[in-house]
């Protein structure tokens, strides 16, 4: 069945399963990454190790992303969008169950790895999911939802951890987070069968003119992606922006020192810090929906973008003042919670729409291609600004540094051409 929108172009139904199990698939590989980072005041004394050891398990998707980055964009463009995104699917599934089968740090952070080189395949993907089935008005909301899932894997990552390892000395399996690995991994198995069954590469006929192209990666045209300028810029903005994300997501217990030694009834610090991370990515996924659908009915990038990094920049810097001066008014956790939630509202809603700008204004380059190298570039902000965590010795500097770098990205998002310069003959 399928639903004609032109005389040229058809939309299926199915496309909406294809997006909810590349969703899926994506989402327990998100969940993965920011385990320990929700619990690592546990995970610590767990392991005997130091913060630096707990940090490697969720650094090492960022460490990992850099020389995966090309392989991956290149094997999704020979082997499509199934068999390309299929490969870090299987690494997921089996590195993820593998995860539990010892405690021992070395075997977890082994198999960690696996599942970090598994991560480039699935986020090279997005725009590739949006462009291979839907039609040109739901590709930035496609996009847009294909994100979510990520926020929605760290949300739950960061929520539903901290329940899952004992807080309590008096359980047998106090601290211990073998349970929780058994769970994720046997969620990642489940995601890997189902989506290699129920998964199709691309439908019958082509939903969009993007699609209706046809696309071969070339290292040639890959460098030609820098001499757009709007893409250069678009390059600065991933590094500084999605590299602040990835930062506080990974750092989020060293950044808020105040959370770590909270004493809030019913809580633990691992509970606190789990709670600030989810409604960071509630409001997160709350933005990129609104802010997305509102970019694709304008057909708008350009001011939103321009919108999400000034914001990012105010916002970082309430946090500052937050963690810093503020100890009335409200709680100061409540206030981070309120900080939090707009921060994820107007930061992260970011990233579906520069995905979907990046794939429009580099046609008909793959949209693997400038997808995968600003998912890239965000991983290299995101390694330098955690060396800034953690090469301070005070954490007064750090939110200020974040707060600089967003304003020179809004500053260089004004110097781009919005959609209208590119619109596709």
Known sequence: MNTTVSSDYKVYPYRWIV???????????Q????????????????????????LMFSLVF?????????PAAKAIDKFGLKWGTGIGVVLTGIFGILRAVSVQYHWVLIFQIGCAIGQPFL???????????????????????????????????????????????????????????????????????????????KPETPPNAYSDKTKVFETKGTFSLFKNKDFNILFILFLFGAGAFNAISTGIASLFQSI??????????????????GIMIVGGIAGAIILSTLSDKYRKRKPFLIVNA???????????????????FLPQYILHCIIGFLFGFLLIS???????????????????T????????????????????????????????????????????FRMKDLDAYELK
């Open 31 to 54: 969940m993965i990454w920011i385990t320990f980072a929700a619990i690592e005041p546990s995970a610590t004394s767990f392991y005997l190790k130091g913060t630096n050891a707990i």
């Open 370 to 413: 400038s997808n995968g190298w600003l998912m890239w570039v965000g991983q290299i902000g995101g390694i330098a600004l955690i060396g800034i965590i953690f090469g301070m010795n005070t954490d007064v500097y750090n939110f200020i540094i974040y707060a600089a770098i967003l304003v020179v990205a809004a500053i260089f998002a």
């Open 260 to 277: 770590k030694g909270s004493t809030i009834p019913g809580f633990s610090p691992d509970d606190l810090l789990g709670i600030l991370g």
């Open 123 to 201: 986020l090279n993907s997005f725009t590739k999911v949006s462009t291979n089935w839907f039609p040109e008005k739901e590709k930035t909301l496609a996009t847009s939802l294909g994100t979510m899932f990520v926020l929605l894997g760290i949300l739950l990552g960061m929520l539903l951890t901290p329940f899952l390892v004992s807080n309590d000395p008096l359980n047998p399996r106090f601290q211990d987070p073998t349970l929780m690995l058994y769970i994720y991994g046997g969620i990642a198995l489940a995601f890997m069968v189902i989506y290699l069954i129920f998964v199709k590469d």
């Open 62 to 70: 960022m460490i990992v992303y850099i020389p995966m980055n090309i």
């Open 19 to 29: 997006l909810g199990l590349f969703g899926l698939v994506t989402l327990i590989n």
């Open 350 to 368: 970011a990233l579906p729409i520069g995905l979907t700008y990046a794939a429009e204004i580099t046609h008909p380059l793959p949209e693997e």
């Open 310 to 328: 000034v914001s990012g920049a105010v916002l970082t810097l309430a946090f500052f003042f937050v963690e810093r001066f503020i100890t009335s």
